[in-house]
């Protein structure tokens, strides 16, 4: 099973209703899961903090981040990256040493977006750096409560002005969800995605072969599945009852399998 974090797991500084008491509910019965989030702007270190402070213990190899994957990609190829990110992300490549070539890496800037940085980065996309997102979503929810712009529409913009795809390494991307699935030893069709954001969480994961849960928490809105190609596996309220759902459903499929064995 693959969590999206924002939205599902918490809004703000708060967990949601339930979602730590459906963790450990997922604890308890034994089922393998890991964490996900297109969160560029916190580096994996302060995500862990995070959720220490609400309560909820885990590690490093629990969550998959955008950041992580292009850190891999960079060093694997000798690159060299050219960073548009939130000052708060830029820990995660501070230690990637000069490389061969250049890369191009767009997460979510906030603030920090400014015309000079985009452009210095438009300069080195069409001089032929490779062009890398860390995700392109359109947008997230924020603190405020209200919905914000995701690095996604700076994405499409880059791509517009040089002519070039980028290269998406976070959600709805398949190497991402393989990625991510590659972890659970499981076949993508047994592995479900439980997200907020019917496009990248679900749409996503189901164009990979995972299936899909929507909860109607942290961005979602109304109707925004009747919008995707195919209807998501399961729309639940929350985490909680996405999980409970899950559960129920796995004990139905070992009881099939266990009266089969007897015919």
Not at 48 to 72: M, Q
Not at 133 to 144: E, G, H, M
Not at 219 to 235: D, I, W
Request: net charge neutral; hydrophobic share 45%.
């Amino acid at each position: 099973m693959l969590i999206d974090l924002d939205g599902v797991v918490y809004v703000g500084d708060a967990a949601l209703p339930g979602s730590l008491e459906a963790i450990e509910r997922l604890r308890a019965a034994g089922l393998p899961f890991r964490f996900v989030t297109n969160t560029t702007r916190r580096p994996l270190r302060r995500i862990v903090e995070d959720l220490s402070r609400l309560g909820l213990s885990v590690s490093r190899e629990e969550i998959y981040t955008p950041a992580a994957l292009a850190r891999s990609f960079l060093l694997q190829r000798g690159l060299t990256p050219f960073l548009v990110t939130h000052p708060d992300l830029q820990e995660e490549f501070a230690d990637i040493s000069a490389g061969s070539g250049e890369a191009v890496v767009i997460g979510d800037a906030g603030e920090f977006f400014t015309y000079d940085l985009l452009n210095r980065a438009y300069r080195k996309i069409i001089g032929g750096a490779i062009f890398l997102a860390l995700a392109k979503n359109r947008c997230f929810l924020d603190r405020d409560g209200e919905l914000s712009l995701d690095a996604g529409p700076f994405v499409k913009g880059l791509e517009f002005a040089s002519g070039r795809e980028a290269l998406v390494l976070g959600k709805p991307s398949p190497t991402f969800f393989s990625l991510a699935v590659s972890g659970l030893h499981c076949r993508p069709g047994r592995v479900a995605m439980i997200g907020d954001d019917a496009e990248a969480d679900v749409g996503g994961a189901m164009a990979a072969g995972l299936m899909g849960v929507l909860v109607r928490t942290g961005k979602y809105q109304t109707g925004q599945e009747a919008r995707l190609p195919q209807r998501p596996t399961f729309v639940a309220k929350n985490l909680e009852a996405a999980v409970v759902w899950l559960l129920e459903s796995r004990e139905r499929a070992s009881s099939r399998d266990d009266a089969t064995k007897t015919r």
